[in-house]
T-cell receptor, first 113, second 114 residues
Framework: DAGVIQSPRHEVTEMGQEVTLRCKPI?????LFWYRQTMMRGLELLIY????????DSGMPEDRFSAKMPNASFSTLKIQPSEPRDSAVYFC???????????FGPGTRLTVT | EDQVTQSPEALRLQEGESSSLNCSYT??????LFWYRQDPGKGPEFLFT???AGEEKEKERLKATLTKKESFLHITAPKPEDSATYLC???????????????FGQGTILTVHP
């Protein structure tokens, strides 16, 4: 059974460019989470969706970040415009319900030069 | 605000040398405490969930315990393949928009030398 799928696995872009990260959750999971991991701040929750609806976006750092979940099998995290401080590993996780065990994807390593 | 502190930041062990990792937490009502393992270049992989003080869970060479203020991950006779970053996270009780939210510690980087 496929786990959480993320693409691309690596992204290198220049400051000011738009970046879109993609996530396919595990089939049947109703909750989806976007995290960011850096050496300085560790693993931080950016936003979480329940049944495709954004429930908690208090972790989104600023208006340059946006996330969507148009259907139960796909979500995107967009950064526009990107800045060097956005360089990090971005993880997507899904769970059967918000309170249940979260399964993480392999992550997207983003480098903004 | 929920907080999780892990210690030590890094731990080097010889193969077979048992030790423990610590996770101290403050949370407004604990629903669950989670331990994850993360290998370089990969996402966190679930190990254990603990729900109440006094609970213990074991898996191979790992044993997790929980008190009202902290959790320990005991590693007995570790092997080089146990080398990884171990992450601890807390999940608050139901209520409000933070329900389901995991608050992670910074992790402990474990290196086991042969």
């Amino acid at each position: 059974d496929a786990g959480v799928i993320q693409s691309p696995r690596h992204e290198v872009t220049e400051m000011g460019q738009e970046v879109t990260l993609r996530c396919k959750p595990i089939s049947g999971h109703n909750s989806l989470f976007w995290y960011r991991q850096t050496m300085m701040r560790g693993l931080e929750l950016l936003i979480y969706f329940n049944n495709n609806v954004p429930i908690d976006d208090s972790g989104m750092p600023e208006d340059r970040f946006s996330a969507k979940m148009p259907n139960a099998s796909f979500s995107t995290l967009k950064i526009q415009p990107s800045e060097p401080r956005d360089s990090a590993v971005y993880f997507c996780a899904s769970s059967l319900a918000a309170s249940r065990l979260q399964y993480f994807g392999p992550g997207t390593r983003l480098t903004v030069t | 605000e929920d907080q999780v502190t892990q210690s030590p930041e890094a731990l080097r062990l010889q193969e077979g040398e048992s030790s423990s990792l610590n996770c101290s937490y403050t949370v407004s009502g604990l629903r669950g405490l989670f331990w994850y393992r993360q290998d370089p270049g990969k996402g966190p992989e679930f190990l254990f969930t603990l729900y109440s003080a006094g609970e213990e869970k074991e898996k191979e060479r790992l044993k997790a315990t929980l008190t009202k203020k902290e959790s320990f991950l005991h590693i007995t006779a570790p092997k080089p393949e146990d080398s990884a970053t171990y992450l601890c996270a807390v999940q608050a009780s139901a209520g409000g928009t933070s329900y389901g939210k995991l608050t992670f510690g910074q992790g402990t980087i474990l290196t086991v030398h042969p």
